[in-house]
């Protein structure tokens, strides 16, 4: 009986426990809370992005911003799921561009097209704006703008006699050859064609380099058309051949770099943070003080002169968020002109103005990298292109992950991978 | 002669399951005391030319400079210590009272109480998140480690009772009765023989709730957002940025992760002790 | 006056206040959600903010019923199971009566067991990963270096080699918690039935199949069920090392569930293939139950 009765005053414990603790205080009048949610290692540090929220809760004493950090995997979700709560436990939050329209469409992300001034359309890269707008609308501000770029080896290069890097595939599948047959690297170009994202990225740019691309204007398929067969039978053929690392297949972004920092390949193509450490990190790279970038080549014949992907990403307030306003005020802030140039040593700025004059010359100067990489960057901008804006693309996405996949590994042939691929998307379309 | 070759054929087998359990763990210890730029070379650095225990340093004794996760990461540590021994206690206590009833005793539905609740565990977790997320924010729960003991209660539980009812069912039924005639009543039994009898159990057990609560990434990482409740899975899982993999980084964060729960069955292993049963049924 | 109670109403009073809070934490917590879940599953759910659910009964169980890559994750996943608990079972059981028999070392043993599984997955997923890799992998280079390979091999390129990879990258983790448990079974077994059949002349091997596996019975049933509904369920050492490549090689059907639920945002859906995934473990839960379950074995 003794032991029965400690058991029901542990229990009864328990309970007023879980009572005591799940008492919420009622909500405090007082400053507008606002609630952001973004990425570590994404642009400016974490001091970096603290100090930022300082600064504004100082200019705006009667709002109050907390931000949280999450990690790239987890954002996706913790949006979703932070968004079934009433209210949604993020007011701000940073976002892909490839979510963009699957989050306009569930209706996560505030339609701030009223909200962006002919003054801030002007004077923000219309590439930028290419990120957060869907069928017209915008849906936040973009911020943090990427794409991946050329790199090559120069000394890997000069000991094949070659001294500028190559202008079309087509050239760098011949330097490849001289690179091969002369010993000097087994697999000279090395890809990120792993079941992730990171395929589709490098598809986009070899496909829109060889004329091809996503979709039509009326936004179907047009990635199985002959152009796009075409392409992913070169691909299979450079593996065939031997002039692409067959474990491209399974690759993502770090293991091009890691393949890259040891030498084992001559030409990469990644985002912009590869140079920094391949080229100047020691304890990273074993090939310090030899990569350039050059713009990305594409496809003798096509019209094309480049091509490249857009990467990046914006943010976007909540559209069931009890504080818009003072969500959009922060977001404001933080996309500001003046923040953007104060803090673009690790975050390449959205305004034309952050990469003229004065400006430009600071934004150079942070870094050595920042010296070739910002040049580069607006070099290669112009060529950047989006994928399709669609509601549906994380499923469209793994279709066509699915599809390249199987035409690498030689499970179906290129033109039956895309058309099943296209078949998909256009039953996702529906 | 023939002892001799016995002890020697054992020891190789040993020395081969010590090789099948530390070959990768070395690999884990070298990653972690390695730079990136070693780590790439070929052939293989088995020993590093140039070690670093810088990663060490960066989570031990961060300074200004260091990355966010790595100076949080001793209080991730410590959350995940809180957690994991909370479930585990309580999961022990109520999980081997109930698991001891569905054994022994006899009463109406037994059977199906038991199925139901191994059928519980069946539904895969991925889909209670959203309903545990809203649940949690509703009372005021969430990002607190409240709410992940209670969820991972609701699933080490069913498996501690299924577990310790193995454990339960080869101790002989006539050890309590012999108890029984002694005068002992159903709880003083089990308080007084069966339990330390099933220290084994309790243990295994217990080091199998422990190590699942250890483990847990995914509620973890939704029901959680910021320090004061993060566990140690999801602030590796913060070694990956956007596209950059902090591999020594991660790898450290393993190294360290393992100490706990060795060092805790370290302590505890002194209670699984064989044959406790054989002197007391032969008398 | 207390009415005196028989024998079996105070066994069902005491067994019902034992099991009382155990029952409280699992169904407070898991109840409502298993409804909704299944709730969910008999709607066109889309995830979002204002969509209306549309309720089309079983059309969802219908659809993945039906559909191809269904069955071809349900298959794989089945490999996935059953190789990998099966190995995991044997190789805990030898390594749990090898430390049962107190050779040199048996301590350090036992405690080193712990190292692969308390390493939390992720570090687990991504240190298997790397040792698997084409171009710096430790796998590779200890082949090259031996001789076997002359080489590099891209493992992860290939599906059915990618699947194994993943498959032995799980069973270092959770061999040790089978090896523990069975070695904790042996532990508590009583020396005694063993020392009488040894008096009466039998072998090692017949003491070893006829007395001890017997015996075992109860806790190589648990720990089957435990690992088997864990490797069923087998997620994120797949996300880790190969993201469900190369062409959907290593997708199982909590990878498919999570594509589903969290990546498309089919809430109905997704929540049909939880349900169709809890049956199928529950099945081989039974199946388990079935062969291995004797409640009156004590002898």
Known sequence: MKAIRSMFFALAALVLLASAVGCQPGQATGPATVRVLTMEQAGPTVDEMNAIVDAFNKANPNIKVEIEYVSYDALHDKITTAMSSTPPSYDVFLVDDIWYAEFGKAGYSLDVTDRITQDMRDKIFPAAWDITTVGGKVYGMPWLLDEKYFFYNEDLLKQAGFDAPPATWEELLAQAKVLKDQGIVEYPIVWSWGQYEAAICDWVILLYGNGGSLVDDKGAPAFNNPTGVKTLTWMLQTIDDGYTNPASISYVEEDVRNVFSQGKAAYAVN??????????????????????????????GSGVKSA????????SVAATSPSKDA???YIEFLTSESIQNQYSAHLLPIWKTSFEGENLTKLQGYTPANAVTVPMFNEQFP????????????????????????????????EQALNDAAAKWVELAK | MKKTLRVILLSGLVLLALLFVYFPVAWLVISSISTRSELLSTPIHWIPQHPTFQNYINILLPTQGTSEVAKTFRITLGNSLLVASSVTLIALVFGSLASYALVRLRFPFRQSTMLGILGTRMIPEISLVIPL??????????????????????????????????????????????????????LETLWRIIMPIS?????????????????????????????????????????????????????????????????????????????LTAGAVKG | MQ??????????????LLILPSLLIILGISLQPIVSTLYLSLFEAQRGINVQNVFVGLANYAALLNDPVFWVTIQRTMYFTVVSVGLELVLGLAIAQLIHSHPPGWQFLRTSLIIPWAVPTIVNGTMWRWIYNADYGALNGLLLQLGIIDKYIPWLTKPNVAMNLVILADIWHSVPFIALILQAALATLPADLEEAASVDGATAVQRFLLIRLPLLRPAILVALIVRTVEAFRAFDIIYVITNGGPAYGTVTISYLTYLEMFSFGHIGRGSALSFLISLFTL?????????????????
């Open chain 1, 327 to 329: 969500a959009w005020k």
């Open chain 2, 133 to 186: 997320y809203l649940f949690a924010t509703r009372v005021g729960l969430f990002n607190s480690p409240a709410i992940l003991v209670i969820t991972y209660l609701s699933f080490a539980l069913p498996f501690a009772i299924w577990l310790m009812a193995a454990f339960f069912e080869s101790i002989p039924v006539e050890l309590e009765d012999a108890a029984r005639i002694d005068g002992c009543n159903r």
């Open chain 3, 283 to 299: 099945a081989m839960a039974f199946v388990y139950i079935r062969v291995l379950y004797r409640p009156e074995e004590t002898l």
């Open chain 3, 3 to 16: 009415r005196k109670r028989t024998l079996a109403q105070q066994d069902a009073l005491v067994a019902f």
């Open chain 2, 199 to 275: 220290s084994p159990g309790l243990v295994s057990t217990g080091l199998f709730v422990f190590l699942s609560a250890w483990d847990e990434f995914f509620f973890a990482l939704i029901l959680t957002s910021t320090v004061s409740a993060k566990t140690v899975p999801v602030a590796i899982a913060e070694f990956t940025g956007r596209y950059v993999v902090d591999v020594g980084g991660m790898m450290t964060g393993g190294v360290l992760a393992a100490i706990p729960p060795v060092l805790l069955s370290l302590i505890f292993q002194r209670y699984i002790v064989s044959g």
């Open chain 1, 308 to 315: 490249s992907i857009n990467g990046s990403m914006g943010f």
């Open chain 1, 383 to 414: 060529f950047a292109h989006v994928r399709p804006k669609v509601a549906y693309y994380p499923e469209a996405s793994k279709a066509l992950q699915l599809a390249l996949q199987e035409a690498l590994t030689k499970q179906k042939s290129p």
């Open chain 1, 271 to 300: 985002w912009n943070y590869m140079y920094d450490l391949v080229n100047f990190n020691k304890d990273e790279s074993q090939v310090t003080g030899k990569i350039k970038m050059a713009l990305m080549p594409a496809f003798e």
